[in-house]
T-cell receptor
Framework: DGGITQSPKYLFRKEGQNVTLSCEQN?????MYWYRQDPGQGLRLIYYSQIVNDFQKGDIAEGYSVSREKKESFPLTVTSAQKNPTAFYLC??????????????FGPGTRLTVT | AQSVSQHNHHVILSEAASLELGCNYS??????LFWYVQYPGQHLQLLLK??????LVKGIKGFEAEFIKSKFSFNLRKPSVQWSDTAEYFCAVIPWGGYNKLIFGAGTRLAVHP
């Protein structure tokens, strides 16, 4: 069964701690994305990767970091520098990277709460 | 800055009512347009998309959207809603040359009462 998995579904952390959110896809997609969803604001792009070992900042990258060492994996680290980390985080993928425009497939999301 | 506006944040309808959700974008050049839907407890999924050609686009579950370039709009419609259409709907845009980076609207939460 192909798709995108994100774990865990709910995550709780203390302020000042870094936390890594997992995203794995078995769709053999080249491109992967991280979005943040806040109530009343839609989704905003944090980072994206068009190919393995390459990634670019999105609109709200400050306080976040990513890696893309494997095609199927794109973990997101929320660092202590992120001023308002509590949010719903969505991972997505699409078939090709580069300038190719097409549908993005989304995972189930991770709800992060930082207190 | 490029933006996407969804005018209705919350919509409440009775079953069989007609639906139209507004979406306007600020980018003046060529755009690719999408509507995504998030049903309660489910993944965000594509409802329909417009890249070129016929500006009236049909999607899944009886939804359609019309691209009106002169109005910078891509409104979503359904002639008769069902209770199962209760969900949050997001309009999104990729401006030409935008490297498949979606710019989302704030979303419209639709509640359909039986």
């Amino acid at each position: 069964d192909g798709g995108i998995t994100q774990s865990p579904k709910y995550l709780f952390r203390k302020e000042g701690q870094n936390v890594t959110l997992s995203c794995e896809q078995n769709l053999n997609h080249d491109a992967m994305y991280w979005y943040r969803q806040d109530p009343g604001q839609g989704l905003r792009l944090i980072y994206y990767s068009q190919i393995v070992n390459d990634f670019q900042k999105g609109d709200i990258a400050e306080g976040y970091s990513v890696s893309r060492e494997k095609k199927e994996s794109f973990p997101l680290t929320v660092t202590s520098a992120q001023k308002n980390p509590t949010a719903f985080y969505l991972c997505a993928s699409s078939i090709k990277g580069g300038g190719y425009v097409d549908e993005q497939y989304f995972g189930p999301g991770t709800r992060l709460t930082v207190t | 800055a490029q933006s996407v506006s969804q005018h209705n944040h919350h919509v409440i309808l009775s079953e069989a009512a007609s639906l139209e959700l507004g979406c306007n974008y600020s980018y003046g050049g060529t755009v690719n347009l999408f509507w995504y839907v998030q049903y309660p407890g489910q993944h965000l999924q594509l409802l329909l998309k417009y890249f070129s050609g016929d500006p009236l686009v049909k999607g899944i579950k009886g939804f359609e959207a019309e691209f009106i370039k002169s109005k910078f709009s891509f409104n979503l419609r359904k002639p008769s809603v069902q209770w199962s259409d209760t969900a949050e709907y997001f309009c999104a845009v990729i401006p030409w040359g935008g490297y498949n980076k979606l710019i989302f609207g704030a979303g419209t939460r639709l509640a359909v009462h039986p």
